[in-house]
C-alpha cells in the first residue's frame, strides 16, 4: 500500500445544465479511515458519492480514489471497490445465499458467502427467498453484496434507512468490524448519532460545498462550546451556561448540600451543532 | 503498513465465458421460480397449436395438415418471444430497478451479462421445443423428423435464430423509456412481425411490399429454417424462390447479429435517464 489517501477530491464540481450540484469540494479521506458525509437532501452528497463510485462523470476538478480516477474505471479498480447503493432490492425468487454466492464469482478473492451472510445478521435467512425479507433485512442483503468482494474501500449510502435499533446496533459492529480490518469506508448518513458512533472524521456538505470537516467531537467548535449545567431549583428548573462546568456542580453540591436534584450536564449534541450550521450556511448562502 | 499485492480480475474470453455461465444458470434458477412466467412462456405455443388446430383449418397444398405446417411457425414464434420480447422487457425492468447499476459497479465482464441472457434465452426455447414437438406427437396429427441432418439445420437455426432475435431484443431494451413502458413499445413489434412474418398463413400468400418488410426482419427467416426442418423438402416449392434458401437465411441471422451487437455496444446503457 502506499501513504496516498484512499480519496483524494480538489475542486470537484457537477452541474447539470444551469444547476449546479457540487462547487469547489474538495475531500481527503485516508486509507484505514471511516468518513461521514453529511448534509440535508439535495446537498449534493450522493452526487459526490456517485463521483467517487464511478457512476457520474463530474463537470470539473481533480478526483482520484485507490490511485484511479473513477471517471475511467477500470475492472481491477471495481474489484477492490465496495458499493451499497441507495434503496435497491430487485431480487425476488432466488434465496439470500443464492444471491451473495453469485456475486462472490465476481471477484477475485471474495469473503465466504456464508460468513458474509453470518457478518449481516442474515444466517436465519440465508435460505428464504429475498423477496420475502423485510425492509432492514433487504438493505443487510445489499450490504452483504457491497462487502463480499472483500473490497479496500466501502462506500454506503446512507445504509441504514429503515433499521429498527437493534438492527443498527448490530450494523454498527460490522462496520466497526470492517474497519479493524483496514476497510476505508465512506459512508452518508442522516443520522447524527449515526456518525458520531462510526466515523473518525466527519464532513458537512451543505448546497454543494464542504462546510467543516472534523471530528464529531470538535465538529463546529463543539469542544470549545459552552456546557449546560440544569437542575431543579425550588422555584422549578434552573439552569447555566459555563466553560467550567466541573467548578459549577461542586458550587452546587455545596448549595444543597449533597445530591443536586435533577441534575443534567450536557455539551451541545452534534445535531444541535449540525442543524445551526446547515441554518448558517442557508441564511448567509 | 506491509505491501500487499491486490489480486487481478479474470481477463479474456474464456472468463467471460466462464462469469457468463455463472450468470445464465442465476438467471435461469430465476425464470424457473416464477411459476406464472414459466407456465405461460412454456405452454403458450402449445395453447397456440391446440387453438389453431381446433377452429383453423386451411388447405395447403402439397397435402400438408394445417397442424404440420403451424408446428415450426409456432416454434418460430416461441423462440422469437423467449429472445426479443422477454429479453426487452425483462432488461429495461432491471435497469429501471438498478440491477444493472449494481452490476456496473462490480468486476463482472460486461460481456458476462449477455451470454448469461442467451444461455437463458436458449434454455427456454430448447423447453418450449421438447413440450410442444411432444403435445404434437402426441396428438398424432404431426410428423417429426427423425433424418439427422434435418435436426442439425434445426441446431443451427436455432443457435443464429436466438443470438439474433436476443441482440435485437438487448438493442430494443433502450427504445423504452421506462419500464412500464416496456410491454406497450415492444409488444406490438412483435405482434406485427409475427402477423407479416407468415406465422399465421403461408407466407407466399402475403402480397409482395409486405413479404419484402418481413424479410428485413430475423422472424420470417426463422420461421422459414423451421418449415425446411419439419416440412418435407417437396414444400420448398412454395416458397418464395422455390427454395428453403438455407444461405440466405444464414446470413441475413448473421447480419442481425453482428449488426445487433454493435448496436447495443453503442447504446445500451446500465442506468436510467433519471440517473446520470
Known amino acids: 500500500m502506499t501513504d496516498e489517501p484512499a480519496i483524494h477530491v480538489r475542486g470537484l464540481r457537477k452541474t447539470y445544465g444551469a444547476q449546479v450540484a457540487v462547487e469547489g469540494l474538495d475531500l481527503d479521506v485516508a486509507r484505514g479511515e471511516c468518513f461521514a458525509l453529511l448534509g440535508p437532501n439535495g446537498a449534493g452528497k450522493t452526487t459526490t458519492v456517485e463521483i467517487l463510485e464511478g457512476y457520474r462523470p463530474r463537470t470539473g476538478g481533480e478526483v482520484s480514489v485507490l490511485g484511479v480516477d473513477p471517471a475511467k474505471p477500470n475492472r481491477d479498480w471495481r474489484g477492490q471497490v465496495g458499493i451499497v447503493l441507495q434503496g435497491t432490492g430487485e431480487f425476488e425468487t432466488v434465496s439470500v445465499r443464492e444471491v451473495v454466492r453469485h456475486f462472490a464469482t465476481f471477484y477475485p478473492a471474495p469473503r465466504d458467502p456464508d460468513e458474509v451472510i453470518e457478518a449481516v445478521g442474515l444466517t436465519a435467512k440465508a435460505n428464504s427467498r429475498a423477496g420475502k425479507l423485510s425492509g432492514g433485512q433487504r438493505r443487510r442483503l445489499d450490504v452483504a453484496l457491497g462487502i463480499v468482494g472483500r473490497p479496500e474501500l466501502l462506500f454506503l449510502d446512507e445504509p441504514t434507512t429503515g433499521f429498527d435499533p437493534e438492527a443498527r446496533q448490530e450494523f454498527w459492529e460490522l462496520i466497526h468490524q470492517l474497519a479493524d480490518e483496514g476497510t476505508t469506508i465512506l459512508l452518508t448518513t442522516h443520522y447524527l448519532y449515526e456518525a458520531e458512533a462510526l466515523a473518525n472524521r466527519v464532513g458537512v456538505i451543505a448546497a454543494g460545498r464542504m462546510l467543516e470537516v472534523a471530528t464529531p467531537a470538535t465538529l463546529g467548535g463543539r469542544d470549545e462550546a459552552a456546557t449546560v449545567v440544569s437542575w431543579d431549583g425550588p422555584a422549578g428548573r434552573e439552569m447555566l451556561s459555563t466553560d467550567t462546568p466541573t467548578a459549577e456542580v461542586l458550587k452546587l453540591g455545596e448549595r444543597f448540600g449533597g445530591e443536586v436534584p435533577g441534575l443534567t450536564v450536557s455539551r451541545p449534541t452534534l445535531e444541535e451543532i449540525y442543524l445551526n450550521m446547515i441554518h448558517k450556511a442557508e441564511v448567509t448562502g | ?276
Do not use: C
Open chain 2, 1 to 276: 503498513m506491509t505491501a500487499v499485492t491486490r489480486p487481478r480480475v479474470g481477463r479474456g474470453p474464456l472468463y467471460a465465458a466462464r462469469i457468463g455461465w455463472e450468470r445464465g444458470r442465476f438467471e435461469i434458477r430465476e425464470f424457473f421460480r416464477q411459476r406464472e412466467s414459466v407456465v405461460f412462456t412454456l405452454l403458450f405455443p402449445v395453447i397456440l397449436l391446440l387453438f389453431f388446430t381446433q377452429v383453423v383449418n386451411y388447405k395447403i397444398d402439397g397435402g400438408i395438415s394445417f397442424a404440420q405446417y403451424f408446428v415450426p411457425a409456432i416454434l418460430a414464434v416461441g423462440l422469437f418471444g423467449a429472445a426479443f420480447q422477454t429479453l426487452a422487457i425483462q432488461i429495461s425492468t432491471e435497469r429501471e430497478k438498478g440491477f444493472l447499476k449494481r452490476l456496473e459497479g462490480t468486476p463482472m465482464p460486461p460481456s458476462a451479462y449477455f451470454i448469461g441472457k442467451i444461455i437463458m434465452v436458449f434454455e427456454v426455447v430448447i423447453l418450449e421445443t421438447i413440450i410442444l414437438l411432444g403435445v404434437s406427437a402426441a396428438m398424432g396429427k404431426v410428423k417429426i423428423p427423425i433424418d439427422g441432418g434435418k435436426w442439425l439445420t434445426w441446431l443451427w437455426v436455432t443457435l443464429l435464430g436466438v443470438a439474433a432475435s436476443a441482440v435485437f431484443g438487448m438493442a430494443f431494451s433502450s427504445v423504452a423509456r421506462s419500464a412500464k413502458a416496456a410491454p406497450a413499445v415492444v409488444t406490438p413489434v412483435a405482434l406485427v412481425l409475427q402477423f407479416i412474418s407468415g406465422v399465421f398463413f403461408v407466407f407466399t400468400t402475403a402480397p409482395e411490399w409486405l413479404q419484402l418488410t418481413a424479410s428485413m426482419f430475423p422472424l420470417r427467416w426463422i420461421a422459414q429454417g423451421y418449415r425446411s426442418v419439419f416440412l418435407p423438402d417437396s414444400f420448398a416449392q412454395q416458397e418464395t424462390v422455390h427454395s428453403w434458401e438455407h444461405g440466405k437465411i444464414a446470413i441475413v441471422l448473421g447480419i442481425w447479429t453482428v449488426v445487433g451487437i454493435l448496436v447495443t455496444l453503442r447504446t445500451f446503457r446500465w442506468r436510467s435517464d433519471r440517473d446520470s
